[in-house]
């Protein structure tokens, strides 16, 4: 039983990473290989009863993960509709080019944590277009973009998916996850942008494309009310979880069913057409719906290698091999860049007792860390990284050559920092 499943996790597995020349929407894969996992699982054991009650319990908390999700995709969504983001690209007014290389940066890290890596791929990349002229200028701050959104996601309970898994499995807490990885994660956004400032410091001023006349959807006021509740509604989910103990998906609905309802209200006398756009009802038709139903696969594929005792013995093996913890996590860093970080953390925290490391143990902290960051290694390695590549049709080899070396200096600057700013605290 356990050499079926192991086999149908590894082709799904596969299957996922060859997403692109497949041509198989690795949702698809991610499912498949869930059912199939469990499915093998209840036809093996003889109690079936005892197989429907570790699904139903692992279920109650993929649940949690996959609305917590739904609710803050939502939420961005939302602002997007209103044209909130266009309030941080008319903060930037510089044609200074390392002006703009730290200001980009900076934002990114920052409104990475506060909404996630990938929706903050997006809108950075889409105000470069407005900023940048030049194709490759451009594409060296979309390749800083990505380090800098996996940088701030990876430091924040809420900026990056699997810091999130992370936060809302128990090993790690709001405040600590913050105050442990914050340093690491600023160096390693600040080491590459440090040097490609530098590179470009001969450039000094930039050419900006044409500006376009847009309409704007929303008015002024209402965009303005709808991106300061929305971004605050998602700071808020923390501080909702600390003072209820509440799941985090409980802190995002509150916030959701607020947004909703004060978006009812400042558009009450529209007409149904102009209304329409501007509401949840269209935000919840425009979520990432193929990357909520990956999760699920995938986290209920892990969930049938835990109760099987596949991740105990592989951890068992990894422990008697490597020995080093550290080098472990460093490791799990690396094959984040090259297979994707959702199921290398779902596995961790399958594989790793709390009883051996409870909550804000160092090692969830810095899996926190190396999972977040290591993906910028590679333009495919990262959920930001695919995203920068599919809107600027950025080349694998131009971002090997160009960014690569930049992302691995700045990763393990950051967890030199890590492991150093550990032995001094």
């Known amino acids: 039983m356990i050499l079926f499943i192991s086999l149908i996790f590894i082709l799904g597995y596969v299957a996922i990473t060859l997403e692109h020349p497949l041509k198989i929407n690795k949702a698809a894969s991610a499912m498949l290989t869930g059912v199939l996992c469990w499915t093998v699982y209840a036809l093996f054991t003889s109690d079936s009863h005892h197989v429907n009650e570790h699904l139903t319990g692992h279920l109650g908390d993929v649940a949690g993960i996959l609305f917590f999700l739904l609710g803050a995709m939502t939420v961005v969504e939302l602002i997007d509709a209103h044209d909130g983001f266009q309030i941080i690209i008319d903060k930037i007014q510089t044609n200074n080019i390392v002006k703009l290389v730290w200001s980009i940066s900076l934002i990114t890290f920052f409104l990475s944590a506060a909404l996630d890596n990938l929706t903050t791929t997006i809108v950075m990349v889409s105000l470069l277009r407005k900023l940048v002229d030049n194709k490759k200028e451009r594409w060296l701050l979309a390749g800083l ?50 040097i490609i400032a530098w590179k470009m410091k001969g450039r000094e001023r930039i050419i900006a494309p044409p500006k376009k006349q847009e309409a704007n959807i929303a008015h002024a006021k209402e965009r303005n009310i709808v991106f300061f509740l929305g971004i605050g509604v998602l700071l808020f989910v923390p501080i909702f979880k600390t003072i209820t103990h509440l799941p985090p998906f409980m802190g995002i609905l509150f916030g959701l069913s607020l947004l909703w309802i004060v978006t009812e209200i400042i558009h009450s006398e529209k007409d149904e057409a102009e209304k329409g756009v501007l509401s949840v009802n269209h935000a919840l038709r425009k979520i990432d719906t193929p990357s909520v139903l990956f999760f699920l696969g995938i986290l209920l594929s892990i969930a049938a290698l835990e109760v099987t005792g596949v991740l105990t013995d592989a951890a068992a093996w990894m422990d008697s ?29 399958g594989m790793y007792s709390m009883d051996v490391y409870p909550t804000d143990h160092y090692f969830w902290e810095f899996l926190a860390y190396c999972a977040g960051t290591g993906g910028s290694c590679l333009i495919i390695g990262s959920a930001a990284g695919v995203a920068a590549m599919g809107l600027e049709k950025i080349e694998f080899f131009w971002y090997l050559k160009k960014i690569s070396l930049l992302a691995l200096l700045g990763y393990v600057a950051g967890a030199a920092v890590y492991l150093l700013q550990k032995q001094i605290i």
């Open 321 to 349: 091999t490597i020995g080093n913890i550290n080098v472990i996590t460093m490791l799990i860093g690396f094959f984040s860049s090259i297979v994707d970080n959702v199921p290398l953390v779902a596995a961790s925290q």
């Open 145 to 194: 973009v990505i380090i800098s959104a996996n940088a701030g996601g990876a430091w924040s309970p809420i900026g990056d998916v699997t810091t999130t898994m992370l936060w809302i499995g128990g090993q790690v807490t709001t405040w600590n996850i913050i105050i442990k990885t914050f340093l690491p994660s600023l160096v390693c956004m600040a080491l590459p942008t440090f």
